[in-house]
């Protein structure tokens, strides 16, 4: 099993940037990929951006340009950039992180609300 938690989500003003991140515990040997996906109220969950062992990224088009995904060298924390965001930017954003093959596991979500 893998545990993850979240932090840096909160309130920021459009332009405005924010770092969040996720620490993984328990089986972390086994973590193939990292990533943040987001859900906005009456919306579908989407991918905000992925990373995997080797450093491959990849982006939802919505974010591409503006935020960047890394790791750590231990691969088993992972942020997530966020610059010049925008009112659409709000949402519930889950740290999702998984095995080559296998399920995968999810954070409990962090807030991020951009407004003025």
């Known amino acids: 099993q893998v545990q993850l938690v979240e932090s840096g989500g909160g309130l920021v003003q459009p332009g405005g940037s924010l770092r969040l991140s996720c620490a993984a515990s328990?089986?972390?040997?086994?973590?193939?990929?990292m990533g943040w996906y987001r859900q906005a109220p009456g919306k579908e969950r989407e991918l905000v951006a992925r990373?995997?062992?080797?450093?491959?990224?990849n982006y939802g088009e919505a974010v591409k340009g503006r935020f960047a995904i890394s790791g750590d060298n231990a691969f088993n924390t992972v942020y997530l950039q966020m610059n010049s965001l925008k009112p659409e930017d709000t949402a519930v954003y889950y740290c999702?992180?998984?095995?080559?093959?296998?399920?995968?596991?999810w954070g409990q979500g962090t807030q991020v609300t951009v407004s003025s």
């Open positions: 999702n992180m998984g095995p080559l093959s296998g399920a995968g596991y």
């Open positions: 328990g089986k972390i040997f086994s973590i193939y990929y």
């Open positions: 990373i995997i062992r080797g450093g491959s990224t």
